[in-house]
């Protein structure tokens, strides 16, 4: 297996992640283990998931299988990097969805539960929220990682202007900002390479 580390920051990172999205949907908790077993088994040690999937709003279906995945002991939890995601909607009320300094307290907590464990290595934004000003954003991301819940942020589905005034307000906070991006690409959808890529190389972002 081939690692590489996390944008610019310092952690080590299996350059095929797994993907959890279809677990407890399309696979069984059982073939879900044997599927995270294999994956360590060949060295990859990068898991994504978020909190929405599963399809069974506020639920959080696929993150309660990994925790019970890691809860099974092996060294499993220390020998993962966990990538999970908040944004989507938990509940009919209005704050349990997208990125209020209320909903990123709270999902933060939720996952962690579901997870089954102390802190999360990436805590991913699943979409831009436009309504939500960055320094509230972030000043909610940094209190999580000063209480040790997260080391790391991360972007999903972002454009580039909206890594571009992530980070400039994150500069501004004296704050690492985002460290990753996770983008639709492959060879039929390629238009992050017109100002995504650019940007997260500009400013030392890992895809």
Same mark, same amino acid.
Request: aromatic share 12%.
């Given at each position: 297996?081939?690692?590489?580390?996390?944008?610019?920051?310092?952690?080590?990172?299996?350059?095929?992640?797994?993907?959890?999205?279809?677990?407890?949907?399309?696979?069984?908790?059982?073939?879900?283990?044997?599927?995270?077993?294999?994956?360590?088994?060949?060295?990859?040690?990068?898991?994504?998931?978020?909190?929405?999937?599963?399809?069974?709003?506020?639920?959080?279906?696929?993150?309660?299988?990994?925790?019970?995945?890691?809860?099974?002991?092996?060294?499993?939890?220390?020998?993962?990097?966990?990538?999970?995601?908040?944004?989507?909607?938990?509940?009919?009320?209005?704050?349990?969805?997208?990125?209020?300094? &209320?909903?990123? +307290?709270?999902?933060?907590?939720?996952? $962690?539960?579901?997870?089954?464990?102390?802190? %999360?290595? #990436?805590?991913?934004?699943?979409?831009?929220?436009?309504?939500?000003?960055?320094?509230?954003?972030?000043?909610?991301?940094?209190?999580?990682?000063?209480?040790?819940?997260?080391?790391?942020?991360?972007?999903?589905?972002?454009?580039?202007?909206?890594?571009?005034?992530?980070?400039?307000?994150?500069?501004?906070?004296?704050?690492?900002?985002?460290?990753?991006?996770?983008?639709?690409?492959? &060879?039929?959808? +390629?238009?992050?390479?017109?100002?995504? $890529?650019?940007?997260?190389?500009?400013?030392? %972002?890992? #895809?």
């Amino acid at each position: 297996m081939e690692y590489t580390q996390l944008g610019r920051t310092g952690l080590s990172v299996s350059r095929l992640c797994l993907g959890t999205m279809n677990f407890g949907v399309d696979t069984t908790e059982p073939d879900s283990f044997a599927i995270m077993d294999a994956a360590h088994e060949e060295g990859i040690n990068f898991f994504d998931t978020a909190n929405v999937y599963g399809w069974k709003k506020g639920e959080g279906v696929t993150e309660n299988i990994i925790g019970r995945w890691f809860a099974s002991g092996g060294g499993r939890r220390d020998r993962t990097v966990i990538a999970t995601k908040l944004y989507g909607s938990m509940s009919d009320w209005p704050n349990d969805t997208y990125l209020s300094a &209320l909903n990123i +307290r709270r999902a933060c907590d939720a996952s $962690l539960q579901r997870l089954q464990t102390d802190y %999360i290595d #990436l805590y991913q934004m699943h979409h831009v929220d436009l309504n939500t000003p960055w320094d509230e954003i972030w000043e909610a991301m940094e209190t999580l990682r000063a209480q040790g819940k997260i080391l790391y942020v991360g972007s999903s589905n972002f454009a580039a202007w909206h890594i571009v005034k992530a980070q400039e307000t994150a500069r501004r906070r004296n704050f690492l900002g985002l460290t990753s991006e996770q983008s639709i690409y492959n &060879l039929m959808t +390629r238009w992050v390479e017109l100002e995504v $890529l650019p940007a997260a190389i500009d400013y030392g %972002i890992g #895809l």
